[in-house]
C-alpha cells in the first residue's frame, strides 16, 4: 500500500481513532486519581580515600581510580539487610528489611565519586527521615565494617555527607502528565489497529490500490456518485457542463485512443454484479462519443433485465430479440436517438433461451453487420456473476469494459469476473469505477475527480471550451485536450 492509502485508512477512521485516544487519556487519569500519591527525598555522599597515614589521596590518579572502582560497589549495598535491619532499628519500624529494601535506590553517576541515596514514602516527613538515615547508617557499615583494616587502623576509606535528605514539597508519583501522555499513546495504537483490521476485513473496492491487488487492467475511467442518478441517469445529455459529464467524456478520450489504428469498435460494457452501474455507463458513453460525430449504436444485450429503453426513453417493445429471431432487419428495430448520430436497439421481447439466442451464429452476424454500419457498438451486458450472458457477448466484442462500483463490489466479485473473461479470452479493455465519492477520505483513493467543471473558458475564437484533466491516479494516462463546441457538444 502507498503513504496516501495508509493517510486515507486513518482519515476515514479518524472518529474511532480520536475515541480510543480520549479513552486512554481517560484511563491514564483516572488511574493517577486512584493512585496513591508518593514522596521521594535524596541524600548525597561524597566518597574518598585516605593514605593510610590519614591523609586524603583523591586528587591523586591511583586514589581516585580506586575511589570511582568502589563508589559502583557501595551502591549495591545501600539497601541490603545490612543497611536496612540498622535503620529499622534505629527509627523503630514495622517494616522487614526485605520491605524497607523497595523503598530505598540508589546510583552513581558515571566518573564521579558521589552517591545518590533515594527513598519513597508516601509520608514526605518519613522520607526525608528514612534517607537521612539509610545514608548514616549506610556509611557506618562501609567504614566501620566492610572498609575497616585490622586493628585500631582508620579505614581507608572516608565518605561525607554532601546534601542530607530534604523534606518533599511535591509527589514524585503518580506522574499525571506521563500516565496521560501514556493513556493517549496506547489509545492511539490501539484506534491505528482497529483501522487497519477494518480495512482488512472491509471486502469491498475502495481504491485503485485494491483494483491492482485484483488485476493489472487500467482504470481508464472514475464517475462521481450521484444520489440522483436513478433520476437523471443520461448526465452528459441533461447536464453536458457538469463535472460527472466531463468524466464520461474523459471515458470517452480513453476509448479513442485505446486503438487508434481501427476505425470502427465494439465495446461490451457490464460489471460482476448487479446495480453498478453499467447500464448508465453504457447509455452515457453512447451519447459522449456521438457528440463527438462518431456514428454509435447502443445495443440493450440483457435480454433478462433489459434497461436500455427505459434509460433512453426509447420504444422497447421490439429490438434485439426481433433480430436474433428473424423476425425483423436492423433497419426495422433500430431507434435514432437525439439530433445526432446515436442509434439505440433496445432488448425487445425477453425470451426463454437469452443464452442460446446471445450465443448463436445469428448473433455473432448481427453483431458484424452493426459494426460494420457504426463506427461504434456499445453492448449493455448482464452482470457476469449471475449469468453466462456477459461472457458470451465479450466473445463477440474487441474488449470489455469492467464496471465497478466503489465502496460497493467486493474484491472477491472483481476477482472473479476478471478470471471469468479471461478464462475465454476476452480482452479487459479497462476499469471504470463508479460512485466514487467526491467527499470524505474515500475521495482521495481515485485522484482528483473534482478537478473536472474548473477549466471552462473561450479559446481565439471566442468558443465556450473544456480543458480535460487527468483523472484516476495515473495507471493509464488520460490524454489532454481542448475541443471547442463546435466539434464536442
Not at 158 to 178: F, G, T, W
Not at 289 to 305: H, I, P, S, W
Not at 376 to 386: E, F, G, K
Request: include cysteine; charged fraction near 20%; hydrophobic fraction near 40%.
Amino acid at each position: 500500500m502507498e503513504l496516501r492509502d495508509y493517510l486515507r485508512i486513518l482519515h476515514k477512521n479518524w472518529i474511532a481513532i480520536l475515541i480510543c485516544i480520549l479513552t486512554g487519556v481517560a484511563a491514564g487519569a483516572g488511574a493517577s486519581m486512584l493512585m496513591t500519591p508518593k514522596y521521594e527525598s535524596t541524600a548525597q555522599l561524597y566518597v574518598s580515600v585516605r593514605s593510610s597515614d590519614g591523609t586524603e589521596v583523591q586528587g591523586l590518579s591511583q586514589g581516585t581510580t580506586f575511589a570511582r572502582q568502589a563508589v559502583q560497589s557501595y551502591t549495591t549495598v545501600v539497601n541490603k539487610e545490612i543497611v536496612t535491619s540498622r535503620v529499622i532499628t534505629e527509627l523503630g519500624l514495622d517494616l522487614t528489611p526485605a520491605q524497607l529494601a523497595t523503598k530505598i535506590t540508589a546510583q552513581n553517576e558515571l566518573n564521579t565519586v558521589v552517591i545518590e541515596i533515594s527513598v519513597e514514602d508516601e509520608d514526605p516527613q518519613m522520607a526525608a527521615t528514612l534517607a537521612n538515615s539509610v545514608a548514616s547508617n549506610f556509611i557506618d557499615v562501609i567504614v566501620n565494617e566492610l572498609e575497616k583494616p585490622d586493628g585500631d587502623a582508620a579505614s581507608l576509606v572516608k565518605i561525607e555527607p554532601v546534601q542530607s535528605a530534604a523534606v518533599p514539597s511535591s509527589p514524585v508519583s503518580p506522574r499525571v502528565p506521563l500516565n496521560i501522555g501514556a493513556g493517549a499513546l496506547v489509545g492511539l495504537v490501539i484506534g491505528i489497529a482497529i483501522a487497519v483490521v477494518r480495512q482488512l476485513v472491509d471486502g469491498k473496492i475502495r481504491s485503485t490500490h485494491d483494483i491492482a491487488q485484483i488485476t493489472d487492467r487500467p482504470v481508464i475511467g472514475t464517475i462521481a456518485y450521484d444520489p440522483d442518478a436513478g433520476k437523471r441517469p443520461l448526465i452528459v445529455h441533461e447536464e453536458p457542463k457538469s463535472p460527472k459529464a466531463e468524466s464520461y467524456r474523459a471515458l470517452r478520450t480513453n476509448l479513442r485512443f485505446m486503438d487508434i489504428e481501427n476505425t470502427r469498435h465494439s465495446f461490451v460494457v457490464t460489471s460482476s454484479l448487479p446495480s453498478e452501474g453499467k447500464s448508465t455507463t453504457s447509455a452515457n458513453i453512447a451519447i459522449a462519443l456521438a457528440e463527438q460525430g462518431a456514428k454509435v449504436v447502443l445495443v440493450d444485450g440483457d435480454l433478462r433485465k433489459p434497461k436500455v429503453a427505459t434509460t433512453m426513453g426509447v420504444d422497447g417493445s421490439v429490438g434485439l430479440t426481433d433480430l436474433l429471431s428473424g423476425r425483423a432487419e436492423p433497419k426495422d428495430v433500430l431507434q435514432r436517438w437525439g439530433r445526432g448520430r446515436l442509434y439505440v436497439l433496445p432488448a425487445g421481447r425477453i425470451p426463454p433461451n437469452p443464452s442460446e439466442l446471445l450465443g448463436s451464429h445469428t448473433m455473432q452476424q448481427v453483431h458484424d453487420q452493426l459494426l460494420a454500419e457504426h463506427d461504434y457498438v456499445i453492448i449493455d451486458a448482464p452482470p457476469l456473476l449471475l449469468v453466462t450472458d456477459g461472457a458470451v457477448l465479450s466473445e463477440l466484442a474487441h474488449g470489455t469494459l469492467l464496471v465497478v462500483a466503489s465502496g460497493q463490489t467486493p474484491r472477491s466479485a472483481l476477482a472473479g469476473a476478471v478470471a471469468q473473461l479471461e478464462g475465454i479470452g476476452s480482452e479487459v479493455s479497462g476499469i471504470v469505477v463508479t460512485k466514487v465519492p467526491t467527499k470524505g477520505p474515500d475521495s482521495y483513493a481515485y485522484g482528483a475527480y473534482g478537478a473536472y467543471g474548473a477549466y471552462y473558458g473561450t479559446d481565439e475564437a471566442g468558443n465556450p471550451t473544456t480543458e480535460y484533466r487527468k483523472i484516476g491516479t495515473g495507471q493509464m494516462p488520460i490524454v489532454t485536450a481542448r475541443k471547442s463546441r463546435n466539434s464536442d457538444s
